[in-house]
């Protein structure tokens, strides 16, 4: 047996050992929760309780168990005095409490992303094991103390190497998910991912630097690191699209993490579709934050004093209604400092109050409580009370408010005197319109400000009182078993009773609009507007946020362009901590320093930015005649990418970036040319996966930005430039067409083209 070989032989018995374990965990869960289900429904209800949450702990402690499988061990550290300790997913140990897998987040697993030759403590050597399914199929050394004897035997068996495991995962091919990089971490990543809960944490970095998984990994690290605080309250991640969710929904799950809320700006409100779009300019104009104050005058506007008031007759007695008790129990009301809808209560108990003074004040005695108490209910039931006391003060939901905001631009123009004309031709649009994503914050704004729905408070007490009597239901049945002394709540048992903690806090905060998470993870930040991070600001009150983005990426015209200027104002100066990511994982370096000339040259901000691998032609550019060769060529390029890195297994993925106007013709073309070179099954599966999955993409820029593809063509810059809002959001857009890939470049344009844009 080689050397080599042994070595492989060597960490298999390890990884047997771990794999081992995990599977006898598993059986040991399906056991308990086997035989607690063959105790069916049988017993008193506090055994039935008990059952049913022994069940759902077991069925959560599987799925986590699950999750891991894939990539269990990956690394090794010995330390000086000859032990090792093996790095994994998550943590075990034997049946006789010896450590057989440190989970990768402890802080003994440290050293194997931070160690350094000149700062290794007592580690002497870290070793990257790669495995194919439970097989080990490659083992990598760094040998981190140069004095050690490890240097020798890792240099014997021919396991000594620096970065061979990074950049492999570099080098295979994509998937359409995003994986996790918990082997592979570099230490300028891991210093993020450790650092604080407490401080708002800002990554920046260029394309290819790893910022999502980095902030990912942070997710999961502190979920880990601080799940008593918030197991409870949850963690959202906020992300640019749909799409770019779906690409990094398996990164937590492979942590073994699973009670996380993904959700764009745009579907952050629960029963809120966006399905409207908006204008560049529309939307910069709605990201304002002096929306803020068009908001609250459109729900001020709402509460007045009618020209007309009525008398009512109540018992042959004349009652009016004064445009001084209007006042004062408008005045009441505000004083009370809460929700529109919900002061609209105190006010119209006022205007009641003072209406039954008026009936009082004219009868030649003082009636008795019954008697006002049906005065009261005569005049609450009145139809020109009602729609009088609406007039006063109208109770509201946001949709609507936020609908005849924009359907009435010469109402508009009242309460926001600070727009212009043209601001104000932006923004209108007929009655009825579908709310866009630009409407979701002044949404959010408006509910904040309105309070909840009249409609649905009745429904919500109900509900609320259903909770209340099952966790009454949950304390007395701890306390018929003796273990209600503090260890375990009502609500922890109730909990356990319904689900996962974990999961049960992500099915209530994704459903809660008024929730406050314990920790918010936002990607591509620096597109949100000032009133996407109003939004975003109130949903955790703690400030705990880690913020990933790249101020050269920006296209948004409302959006970051200096992170000082917009940090600062949400978290104080002080407050936040700004990390720089310098290394650029997925670029061959052609394209990460032709994409960084050309993002310089129109003056935008480029972190320092090295690119690990160099990959000889990995960008080409076809120049044609007119539209129609372009069209040819385009679809001619995208199929040779798609027989070099597209496989029928699933993996590899290419896309075609293109102008918006040109993205039908160009898909057109591109299956013409596909229908021709590869058999019907193999079209047929090409073109109907799913958009989020598609192996083969036609798009504008807008879709790719957060995702990365083995190829990518570049079709027309210079028209992607044109049909940019601003010269800098043009910029933004190329630079971020350029650096999707991880292998291969190719820009198609025509020859004026490529003289109006110098790529």
Request: include cysteine; charged fraction near 25%; charge should be negative.
């Amino acid at each position: 047996m080689s050397s080599y070989a042994s070595q492989l032989h060597e960490e298999q018995q390890a990884v047997d050992r771990a794999y081992g374990r995990l599977d006898d965990l598993r059986a040991e869960m399906w056991q308990r929760l086997n035989t607690v289900r063959a105790a069916g429904s049988h017993g008193s209800p506090t055994q039935r309780t008990e059952r049913d949450s022994f069940a759902t702990m077991y069925e959560d402690r599987l799925t986590q168990l699950r999750s891991v499988e894939d990539r269990l061990v990956f690394g090794r550290l010995d330390t000086m005095n000859g032990t090792r300790r093996y790095i994994g997913r998550i943590g075990l140990s034997s049946t006789d409490h010896e450590p057989v897998l440190t989970d990768w987040r402890a802080e003994a697993a440290r050293p194997f992303y931070e160690a350094t030759p000149s700062n290794h403590g007592d580690i002497v050597m870290r070793r990257h094991i790669t495995l194919s399914f439970r097989e080990v199929v490659g083992v990598e050394d760094e040998v981190l103390d140069v004095h050690s004897e490890q240097v020798g035997k890792a240099s014997e068996s021919g396991t000594l190497t620096g970065e061979g495991a990074l950049l492999a995962s570099l080098s295979s091919r994509r998937t359409g998910k995003m994986t996790d990089i918990v082997a592979t971490i570099q230490a300028e990543q891991d210093r993020i991912i450790r650092s604080d809960m407490n401080r708002a944490v800002v990554v920046q970095g260029g394309p290819g630097t790893g910022k999502t998984a980095v902030a990912l990994h942070r997710a999961a690290y502190l979920l880990y690191t601080h799940r008593r605080k918030l197991e409870h309250s949850g963690v959202l991640v906020v992300g640019p699209s749909s799409t770019f969710l779906h690409y990094i929904d398996q990164v937590l799950p492979s942590l073994g993490e699973t009670g996380v809320v993904s959700r764009t700006i745009a579907d952050l409100i629960p029963g809120i579709t966006a399905e409207g779009t908006d204008t560049a300019q529309a939307a910069k104009i709605k990201g304002d934050r002096r929306m803020t104050h068009v908001v609250a005058n459109a729900i001020a506007s709402r509460i007045r004093v009618p020209q007309s008031l009525p008398t009512v007759t109540i018992s042959g007695i004349p009652v009016p209604m004064l445009a001084a008790d209007i006042e004062q129990a408008q005045a009441d009301a505000k004083r009370t400092r809460q929700p529109h809808n919900k002061a609209r209560e105190t006010f119209v108990r006022s205007m009641l109050a003072s209406m039954c003074t008026r009936y009082a004040e004219q009868l030649d005695y003082t009636p008795d409580q019954a008697e006002m108490n049906r005065t009261l209910s005569l005049l609450r039931m009145n139809e020109q009370i009602r729609k009088t006391l609406n007039l006063c003060w109208l109770p509201m939901t946001a949709p609507w408010l936020i609908d005849q905001l924009f359907a009435r631009p010469e109402r508009l123009k009242t309460l926001a005197g600070w727009m212009s004309d043209e601001d104000i031709a932006a923004l209108a649009r007929p009655k009825g319109s579908p709310m866009t994503r630009s409407d979701i914050p002044l949404l959010d704004e408006a509910m904040d400000l309105l309070g909840p729905d009249p409609k649905t408070v009745a429904k919500q007490a109900a509900a609320d009182a259903r909770r209340a009597a099952e966790e009454q239901y949950a304390k007395d049945t701890l306390a018929a078993t003796g273990l209600g002394q503090g260890i375990v709540s009502g609500q922890m048992l109730l909990d356990q009773m319904n689900g996962d903690v974990s999961e049960i806090t992500a099915q209530k905060a994704a459903a809660d609009r008024e929730w406050t998470y314990g920790h918010i993870v936002v990607d591509e930040a620096q597109e949100l507007t000032a009133m996407d991070w109003r939004m975003l600001m109130r949903r955790c009150p703690s400030r705990s946020f880690t913020i990933v983005g790249d101020v050269a990426q920006t296209s948004a015209l409302a959006g970051t362009r200096r992170w000082s200027r917009t940090m600062n104002r949400l978290f104080g100066e002080g407050h936040w901590d700004l990390n720089e990511l310098t290394i650029n994982y997925r670029n061959p370096k052609e394209v990460s320093d032709l994409a960084s000339r050309f993002a310089q040259s129109e003056g935008l901000y480029i972190s320092t930015v090295n690119a690990v691998r160099t990959i000889e032609d990995s960008v080409s550019r076809r120049v044609v005649a007119d539209r129609d060769a372009l069209l040819h060529e385009t679809a001619v390029q995208a199929v040779q990418l798609a027989k070099e890195f597209v496989s029928s297994d699933g993996t590899g993925r290419i896309a075609v970036i293109c102008p918006n106007e040109l993205i039908k013709p160009v898909r057109d073309a591109v299956r013409e040319q596909l229908a021709a070179a590869v058999d019907e099954d193999e079209f047929q599966r090409l073109t109907e996966q799913p958009a989020w999955d598609e192996q083969i993409s036609v798009c504008g820029t807008e879709t790719v930005k957060g995702l990365e593809f083995d190829a990518v063509v570049v079709v027309e810059p210079g028209l992607i430039e044109d049909s940019a809002p601003s010269r800098l959001v043009a910029a933004a857009d190329l630079y971020v067409a350029m650096t999707r890939p991880t292998q291969r470049l190719v820009i198609v344009r025509t020859k004026d083209d490529e003289t109006s844009l110098n790529i």
